[in-house]
């Protein structure tokens, strides 16, 4: 996604015009995540709940990838090059793949993160999410490495960098996709009233009301504040995540009087700040899960302290961030001092990425009481290719669960809805009590399963897919927020030459210096709430 908005400049597509392509992000997931992730909780299929959707979105990413980065040669076939025609077909085009793109992205992702929720039991949930967040730590820096090298030299082609980059992501994404289709396994849903497959051809306003319902259910959880200071801390990241590229190679385009033939090579220098950002977030993922188990060892022992240590990790995290896009000014006369900003992101971003989703996944494993609407009951069937269980899964479900699961309908959930983090006086801790903070670190204690302290929610998995979605609702809404008034602000800002002139850019009004520091002040809002709910649950942790 960081080449994008250079290429799409790159085809005459000015910057306006680009804010208002980059909302494909946020509307594909405001809507796209949602209906997955509903649709997916009751999906009938053999296969499973979820890896139907990464098979078939896997396929989507990979078709509208290639037409991404070969628009002019599709758009070659139908008219002649050279011409204007060509030239508008061909960012025709590439616009519509970029959508077909990112939705196709965001069933992948959704339904990947889901399948955390779906296969794991709590007292695994943030070491698993430690672990998606390093390899996605890894992917960063290797995709980083790529884009710094000057690959068509380096192969002695006369193809494009987006080109080779595809080349070489395509397979990785298709390999490493089908290995975790082969080895994940899932439970099968079958609906009582077997209606779970007809029920697919649900009406809109069904859909909008099973979320309400979902979304009222969810009151007195800590899912709900969550989700406000998501919609604060993403009006920061989306700028930083679309426009870093752009924002340190206008820099060095300024400061070195480079002109057009050199955009590939600003495009490479913008790609520094986000290596920085990569290695950065990896070490964050390696070493602060660790940091924050030996802290809630060390202060809370064997008592849970109810999601507050993550909460102000989060919270400090984020006030860091919202004070470096407020001094991004002071950054852009200097390539060095662009691409540190930028780099020392990482840090925060590591804790955006994790902290989140875990405090999710345990919420919802430990939450029986987040259920499907009345009249919607089911069970789950053991997975017709599940391999033998062994010794230590038989230990964790014996006994526990049956084939058929009751659960608690949201109609019978509280009434009341909640319009600020703050507003949530009946927050309840997320976790009760933790049989061991060991399993935080590198692997989970055998005895812990033995001692009988390990039992999986389903209740609270099965709706993963409705949770999420939900929450992914909160992180795009800034995103179309953001990309609204970029596309204003470039509009009044931009200078009078074409996105494609040669010409050497003047230092001037820096329109994305002005988006980094409103993202700074929504920054510094989100970390404000988290630090006022995590007073809120240490207050009640005092008082229990």
Known sequence: ?????????????????????????????????????????????????????????????????????????????????????????????????????????????????????????????????????????????????????DLPSLFGVSSSQLKMISFIGGPIFLVSHLAMCLTVHEARFVADDGGGRGRSSMVITATLRRFWEAWRALDGTIVKPICWIQLWAWLGWFPVMFYSTTWIGETWTRRSGATGPDEEKATRIGTIGLLVQAVLSLLGWLFIPRIVSAFRKRHYGRTSDGGKTLIDLWGGGQICFGFMLLISPFCEDSVALSIGLIGACGIPWAITCWVPFTLLGESLLHKAELATPAGNGFR????????????????????????????????????????????????????????????????????????????????????????????????????????????????????????????PKTRGVSEIGMIFRLGGVASLVSGLFCWKLGRLIHKQSLSS
């Open 380 to 503: 789950l069937l053991p997975d017709t290719n599940q391999q033998p269980v062994s010794p230590r899964d038989q230990i964790v479900s014996s006994g526990h669960h049956s084939s058929s699961i009751p659960l608690k309908p949201m109609s019978e959930g509280p009434a009341r809805s909640s319009s600020a983090p703050d507003s949530n006086a009946g927050t309840k801790p997320m976790i009760h009590v933790r049989k061991s903070e060991e399993s935080e670190e590198e692997g989970v204690m055998e005895d812990e399963y033995l001692d009988g302290g390990v039992e999986r929610e389903d209740e609270g998995s099965q709706l993963a897919g409705t949770v999420l979605g939900i929450h992914n609702v909160f992180i795009v809404l800034p995103q179309f927020l953001i990309s609204c008034l970029s596309s204003v602000l470039f509009k009044l800002l931009e200078s009078d030459q074409p996105p494609s002139s040669s010409a």
């Open 1 to 149: 996604m960081s080449q994008a908005s250079p290429y799409l400049l790159s085809l005459g597509i000015s910057k306006s015009q680009v804010a208002l392509v980059l909302m494909a992000g946020p509307l594909s997931g405001l809507f796209t995540q949602p209906i997955v992730g509903l649709y997916g909780d009751r999906n009938p299929h053999r296969l499973g709940r979820r890896r139907p959707f990464v098979i078939y979105g896997g396929l989507c990413v990979l078709v509208s990838l290639f037409t991404f980065a070969w628009c002019k040669e599709l758009a070659a076939l139908i008219i002649h090059t050279g011409t204007p025609a060509h030239q508008s077909l061909s960012a025709l085009l590439a616009v519509i793949a970029f959508y077909a793109l990112d939705i196709s992205i965001n069933i992948v992702t959704v339904s990947n993160k889901c399948l955390i929720i779906d296969v794991l039991p709590s007292l695994e949930q943030q070491l698993a999410n430690a672990y998606a967040s390093r390899f996605s730590g890894v992917s960063a820096i290797l995709t980083m490495l790529i884009s710094l090298v």
